[in-house]
Structures are given as C-alpha cells and as structure tokens.
C-alpha cells in the first residue's frame, strides 16, 4: 500500500508542475444534485496558455445522499489546444467510495496503468479512445464533435443529436447553447446527456449538466462560482 500511494501522489505531483507553468488559472465551483437534493461538490482549478492547459479536480458525496453511497475522487490532466479544442494527452484519477477501496488511474500515450479496487498490484490496458470526458463536456469551446470519450479507463460513444441556441437571461452564467447528447457505454447502455455553455469572463465552459438517467433522478452538475 505504501507503493501504491507513492506512486499516485508521483503521479499528482506531474500534473501540478506541469500546471504551475501555464499563464492563465481558473477555479469553477460545481453544486451536484440529485433531484432536489444535494449530492456533493465538484471543483476544478484550470491552468492554461495559449497552446496547452492543465486541470486538478475534486468530487466529495454530501448531504442526505452521502448517507446512503459515500464517494471521492480526483482527478488531473493535461493536453493541447488543437484548433482551441482540448485534446488529453495525460490523466489521473483516484477514488473511494462506500462500496470499493483505493482505486487509481494514470492514462498516458502508451496506455493505462490501472490499480482496481482492492488490488494490490497494477495492470497495464490499452489507451481508450477519445478525450476525457471533462475536457470534452466541461471545457470544450462548443458543442462537442468527437465521437468518442473516456473516464480514462473505458470507452464511451458519444453522438450529438442537436444543439440549441439560447437567448440570454438574467443570470449569473447565462447558457448561450445547449448540446443535446447520446451516451453508449462498454456494456450497450444508453444515457442521455444534456450540456449548457455558457460564455464567462473566464471563457466558454460548461455551465450545467444534466445526465438523463431511465427510472432515476437526473443527476445536475451546476455551475456556481468562478474564481
């Protein structure tokens, strides 16, 4: 375990140097719901230049629904701006939660290494196609055009059924468009997803998301603070 937790604090470390050269950093604040209730916070802290960006991200399970399922993560890339579209090259992700131990991630050109929940070694898989799913819902300059996004591990196929201009609001982060989205996973399940941008004087980022689950509570993640 000492190994383990060298090797991902290792892998943290990477991704804050790489961070600490950009010119330009940002910090968003997400409220995750369930329903009306409140499921816990997600917060970025974005470093960019003109050419490349990093991210550093957080997820805490809160209020009633951290009683029934507890869970936390975090999760850091790094990538360049093709086009003024961000293209992972690396990304890390740690998590716990109630129902799995230690779980770590590094994702880089030559593939995954993976350390699954309760193992106690790692294993090496091949790289899964497309851009994080961060960079590509939450920071892409507009609707996204890949047909492929992951969490680092797996693959997910994505389609952009259509997309909506929206007249401005008085609001703290006005959505000038939304992209309507379908998610396929590894197994053939099907999600819908629906992205807000909303342009800021920080940029043009996501400004909520809302994943369309069967039989559930959408789950919201909604932009209430930039810093």
Known sequence: MFFTRLFAFGALWFCFQIQNVYSLDRVFNYQVRVSLFDAGDLNFRL??????YGFFGKFQTSGIIDRYYSW???????GAYENGWPTTSKYYARSESKD?????LVLTEGGVRLLGAGDKIFRDLERPKGDDLISALFFSPD????????????????TLIKQRDLSRKNALFAPIRR???KVKDYKGRV???NVELANTDKG??????????????D?????????
Not at 72 to 78: D, P, R, S
Not at 100 to 104: A, D, S, T, W
Not at 219 to 227: N, Q, Y
């Open 100 to 104: 799995h131990e230690l779980k770590i």
């Open 204 to 217: 043009i980022v996501a400004s909520k998301i809302r994943i369309k689950v069967p039989l559930l509570p």
């Open 191 to 193: 999600r819908k997803l």
């Open 219 to 227: 789950i919201v993640f909604d932009l209430k603070e930039i810093s």
């Open 72 to 78: 936390k993560g975090e999760f850091a890339a790094i």
């Open 47 to 52: 470093s960019s230049s003109l050419f490349d």
């Open 179 to 181: 992209c309507y989205y």
């Open 143 to 158: 609707c996204y055009r890949g047909n492929y996004i992951n969490d680092g591990e797996d693959t997910f196929e994505v």
